[in-house]
């Protein structure tokens, strides 16, 4: 076959195109509501998600205000005082009971750094591994082994915690007690450690090959590499693993609840570990459930989940302020 049946056959192709190039106005009508309901349903389920935040914002705000706005503005902020700066926590004395979560606070924010302390040099050195060390096979062995940790349920880890390490803390480092702060936050860590591995590792990826490449033309080790040159590039998106572990960490609960002793105080020395804490989430699963409705008691129960919403969408809105930064540097959008 000679090129003009080459060319003949090609057109004799176009010509059986059928399709019309200018379509009806019926069909540009149905076209076009078509597309703006689709936009309109995902705008919907969209706003499903944002909704609902709101309403549980408002929800908890609404039933915290009986405590923390009862009678005038002088006794308002007694009270608040006393909840954000005092340790004594009872709300359960019948005469004179106090509203102090100070120490509370402190148990939730001790174990949540304890626990980082521990995940995320580990968490940072298994990215660094994962996306610059282990050869593609094993990475794609190692990543869902790793991930498969998120979906162990909670109160596994608890139970873990109780029977396992709590023991073992008593019999081999000579604690009074095994549930404490100490064991508390290995779990917390073990339990971080996939959010923190996951996220690093996609942020050490995205910097891109050409990258290392140009490190490497210019004889710079691997190590140099990494150090110098792949983990000052992917800073924003590691700042925001590092966060969303924390994230995992503070909202926790059946562990903490397990395996922190439950007793409200701040650690003295600071540094001790054997000590056991509380924190805020231990505290409104323990109590929440059996408090008499429409009480004090009740009431400032909801003002302890209204600061632990507080935090968490703080530390939401900065990991998204260091995600949208990476994916600027990035140009990814």
């Given amino acids: 076959m000679n090129n003009t049946d080459i060319n003949k056959t090609k057109n004799d192709e176009v010509a059986v195109f059928t399709r019309p190039l200018r379509r009806t106005i019926t069909e540009d009508l149905s076209g076009y509501i078509a597309t703006k309901a689709g936009h309109s ?8 998600s944002v909704l609902a935040v709101l309403l549980i914002f408002f929800f908890v705000i609404h039933e915290s205000a009986p ?12 009270r608040i005082t006393e909840f954000l700066g005092s340790t004594q926590w009872y709300p359960q004395k019948e005469a004179n009971p106090e509203f102090g979560a100070l120490a509370i606070v402190v148990g939730s ?15 940072l050195m298994c990215a660094f591994f ?11 062995i190692c990543k869902p082994i790793i991930e498969i940790l998120a979906a162990i349920p909670s109160v596994a880890y608890g139970v873990f915690a109780v029977m396992v390490v709590a023991p073992w803390m008593q019999n081999n480092l000579g604690f009074s007690t095994g549930t404490n702060a100490l064991n508390a936050s290995l779990i917390l860590s073990v339990m971080a ?3 923190i591995i996951s996220v690093a590792e996609d942020a050490l990826s995205a910097v891109g090959r050409e990258i290392r490449e140009a490190s490497y033309a210019l004889g710079a080790t691997r190590a140099e590499t990494l150090i110098q040159i792949v983990l000052p590039t992917a800073h924003s998106g590691i700042v925001a693993a590092v966060i969303l572990g924390m994230m995992r960490a503070l909202g926790e609960t059946m562990v903490v609840w397990m395996a922190s002793g439950n007793a409200s105080r701040i650690p003295t020395p600071w540094w001790d570990l054997s000590q056991a804490v509380r924190t805020m989430t231990a505290t409104l699963a323990g109590e929440l459930g059996e408090v008499p409705k429409n009480t004090d008691h009740y009431h400032v129960l909801f003002a302890l989940g ?3 919403l507080i935090f968490s969408f703080g530390l939401n809105m900065v990991s998204e302020y260091f995600m949208a930064r990476f994916k600027k540097v990035k140009g990814i959008k």
């Fill in 130 to 140: 994962l996306s610059d060390i282990a050869p593609f096979g094993l990475r794609q």
């Fill in 193 to 195: 450690l996939p959010t």
């Fill in 67 to 78: 405590f923390l706005f009862k009678g005038g503005l002088s006794q308002s902020w007694q």
């Fill in 41 to 48: 349903i995902l705008f919907l389920i969209t706003s499903v």
């Fill in 306 to 308: 209204l600061l632990l």
């Fill in 109 to 123: 924010l001790y174990v949540t750094i304890c626990s980082l302390l521990i995940a995320v040099p580990l968490g």
